[in-house]
């Protein structure tokens, strides 16, 4: 079997055009713009770049967008205070704070002062309490789990019974990734780096997320034949095959061998990430929509 390829750069780019369309609507009809601020701290040029693709999501989508970029060495007190004006700005529906911070700012002191209804990465504990207690329809959803969901929808449908894998426990991807397949009512187990024989683990799943941050790591002979491959990871590795010194993007998933066993499959690159910078713009979208008193979109 030769799994089909789910393309997330179409279907990111589909739901980018559906947010600028609905964006405009909210301002032809409320007049509320919805406004997106991104601080960045620092220079590492990988955040620089994920900024200025989320700059420019933002503008696409019609809305108001603006960026704070800040020295490597500002202090936690500036920072805070910052992220205080933002939340009392009206014209901004969504903060996002651009990880990894410097070592000496306190990462869950900047995430936990954005306002909950602000905070459209979705990792402030209200927004993750919601997520838990099933009110999805009042949390922050964070985006790359909540659009790995969207691509295993898109390619399977209702998921309600399905067996669900999820590789990996980090409160951005993995925690909230097993929770959302549980409110879709998949049997949900979440692999870890204590997990004993992960692969026969891997191969009892009908859905398989792999957010682990290893090259490559899950083996094709790991995957049950049909199964839905998510691989949220973005690795560089070495590809001296491309010229010296050349480098490529890989996954968390050996996708040569996967995609002979799998159903579906994400490739990396153009698979979960378009999705992620799709989402940060949906949940400004409903943030401010939020405000004006609507209600979400589906
Ligand atoms: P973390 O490093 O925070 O978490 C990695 C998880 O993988 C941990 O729970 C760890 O287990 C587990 N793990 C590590 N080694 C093994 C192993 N050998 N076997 C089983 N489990 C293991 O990573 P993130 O969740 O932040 O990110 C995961 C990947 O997703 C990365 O490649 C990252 O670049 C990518 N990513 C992609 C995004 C996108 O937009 N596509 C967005 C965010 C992340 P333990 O807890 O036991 O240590």
Redesign the pocket.
């Known amino acids: 079997m030769t799994a089909t390829r789910i393309d997330g750069k179409a279907i990111a780019g589909e739901l980018r055009a559906k947010i600028a369309v609905e964006a405009e609507k909210l301002i032809n009809e409320t007049k509320v713009v919805p406004g997106l601020a991104v601080i960045i701290v620092g220079e590492d040029p990988a955040s620089q770049v994920y900024v200025a693709s989320k700059g420019r999501a933002a503008n696409e989508c019609n809305f108001h967008s603006v960026q704070h970029t800040l020295a490597v060495d500002t202090s936690e007190e500036a920072l805070l205070s910052l992220v205080d004006e933002l939340n009392n700005d009206i014209a901004i529906h969504g903060i996002l704070v651009q990880l990894p911070l410097p070592d000496h700012i306190d990462e869950s002191k900047v995430l936990n002062l954005i306002r909950p209804d602000k905070d459209v990465d979705g990792f402030h504990p209200i927004n993750v309490g919601l997520l838990t207690a099933g009110e999805r329809d009042k949390a922050m959803v964070p985006?790359?789990p909540a659009?790995s969901l969207i691509l295993t929808k898109r390619v399977l449908g209702d998921l309600s019974g399905k067996t669900a894998v999820v590789?990996?426990?980090?409160n951005?991807?993995?925690k909230p990734m097993a929770a959302l397949l549980l409110a879709e009512s998949c049997t949900v187990t979440i692999?870890?780096?204590?997990?004993k024989d992960?692969p026969a683990v891997v191969r009892g799943a009908d859905i398989v997320v792999a957010?682990?941050?290893?090259p490559q790591?899950v083996k094709g002979d790991w995957i049950k034949e049909g199964a839905c491959v998510i691989d949220?990871?973005?690795?560089r590795i070495p590809a001296p095959e491309r010229g010296e010194g050349k480098t490529r993007l890989v996954g968390?998933v050996d996708y040569d061998s996967a995609v002979e066993r799998a159903g579906f499959i994400t490739p990396v690159p153009g698979g979960?990430?378009p999705?992620?910078i799709a989402l940060l713009m949906a949940n400004t979208l409903t943030a401010a929509r939020r405000t004006a008193g609507l209600d979400d979109l589906d």
Not at 167 to 170: D, I, N
Not at 211 to 214: H, K, N
Request: hydrophobic content about 40%; glycine content about 20%; some cysteine.
């Open positions: 985006c790359t659009g590789v990996g426990r980090s951005i991807v993995g692999a870890h780096s204590r997990t992960l957010a682990v941050g290893r790591m949220v990871g973005i690795n968390d979960v990430g999705m992620t």
